[in-house]
């Protein structure tokens, strides 16, 4: 029997539950007396752990059309109890006990199982790795798996293996973010509202003052973010290159018409060497990162931002505190001329946008940098903290400009996450914000905000 087997069924069974045919009356009744003896054996074995000997009796009734010696001979596989772990003759099994019958299971001890009576336990239980495996699985039961093709694909599915995908960054979705100020409007076709009011005045009417702000201070934030292993050890360092994929978006839900207001991209390649076991003693230094990294918006004209950086990164750890120490360099780009960034051909030649002048095309020079002073808000790195507290992640993001552009600008982040009752894959989770970069939208606009809502992964830095 697996360790993890052995785990997983001492902590079923302390909470288990007794499985109950609903329709077994029939069943019971027509059952020759040994039948129902080889069944109550059988149940004696299960309960008491001696699955070796719970197996063979449980076999031959569920062949012989018991559905729940099928039910118990599904979960022995499914859990690897007593023998080798199989996902397909737990499917097999599931799918022949679920042809006729449901199941119930009445909890013997409250608020463990997912079987637990009353809404809060059931709520609860729904957050455990059993609970996520038994869905997998039911719904596998109910697909057809004739062939050893469609069998390996759907249990490759059911497992998470199918794309070799796995969490990056924390995943998240937090309902309640609430900023200190109105967030700023960009428009795509001038640079700010302001200018717009300027070059085609309105008489009686003020863009700025009726689209200039959105109207609400909350909104949704969420994140996904996801990376794939692409090789191991292909240089003989025992290096592994990785490619990654984060989405950040922001949405002002509690709006009128609910417009997402910025959504970041950020495809990343990077390569991961770790380090020698004597420098990883006397320094913490775990690993080193070498990578790329693009961040963009998807706009157009005015609105759109992005850049491209190269990183180096080094990862410590001393016991449960991680620290990331990341430096980048940003790669050049042409600049757009003065009238872009300005947003007006300066005709009159005074310095402020009136009438007279014109609006520059929002959509020329796409080819050249939108963003040229990013780096005096963002500065050239960054230092990542995380401190795992018994249940608990702590974590913070420090970053500072050391004056580039002849002003001290920086951000803190502060992060906290928690089990959501005991879950593994579901998590409390705070943000708090102060700084520049939030988004690349306000890359240049100093944001305080304060979110709150649940991740489903947990990421080493968030």
Known sequence: MSITGEKRVSSTLRSASLIILLALAPVVAIASAKQAEEFQRAIQYFESKQYDRAIPLLKELAENGNKAAMYRLAYIYENGLGTEQDYK?????YKEAAKTYAYTIEAREKGTDIYAKSFTERLKAQFTEESVRAAS??????????????????????????????????????????ANDSYRRQPSAYRNYRIAD????????????????????????????????????LFGFNEYITAAYTQRSFWQLYSDSGPFRETNYMPELYVAV??????????????????????????????????????????????????????????????????????????????????????????????????????????????????????????????YNFGKGGHDRGAVQLDWSYPFFDSKTTFWYFKFFNGYGESLIDYNRNVTKTSFGFSFSRGLFQ
């Open 274 to 399: 770790p380090t020698s076991a004597g420098f990883d003693e006397k320094t913490g230094l775990k690993v080193t990162k070498w990578g790329f990294i693009h961040q963009s918006n998807g706009q157009e004209g005015f609105r759109s931002r992005s850049w491209n950086r190269l990183y180096v990164e080094g990862i410590f750890q001393w016991e449960n505190l991680f620290l990331s120490a990341r430096a980048w360099y940003r790669l050049p780009e042409d600049d757009k001329s003065d009238d872009y960034y300005r947003g007006y051909h300066d005709n009159n030649h005074n310095g402020i946008p009136d009438t007279g002048d014109t609006l520059v095309d929002p959509n020329s020079e796409n080819d050249k940098d939108d963003n040229p002073d990013i780096t005096d808000y963002m500065g050239y790195g960054d230092l990542s903290l995380s401190y795992l507290w018994y249940k608990h992640q702590i974590g913070a993001l420090l970053r």
């Open 89 to 93: 003759k737990a499917a097999h099994w």
């Open 198 to 233: 300027a070059l085609d005045p309105i008489p009686g009417f003020s863009r700025e003052a009726r689209y200039g702000e959105y109207d609400e201070q909350t909104e949704v934030e969420f994140q996904f973010s996801l990376k794939k292993n692409l090789t191991y050890n």
């Open 137 to 178: 699985m039911a719904a596998i039961s109910k697909v057809g798996t004739n062939t050893p093709e469609t069998k390996s694909f759907l249990y490759d599915l059911a497992d998470g293996r199918f794309f070799g995908l796995t969490p990056y960054k924390a995943n998240y979705i937090m309902p309640i973010g609430y």
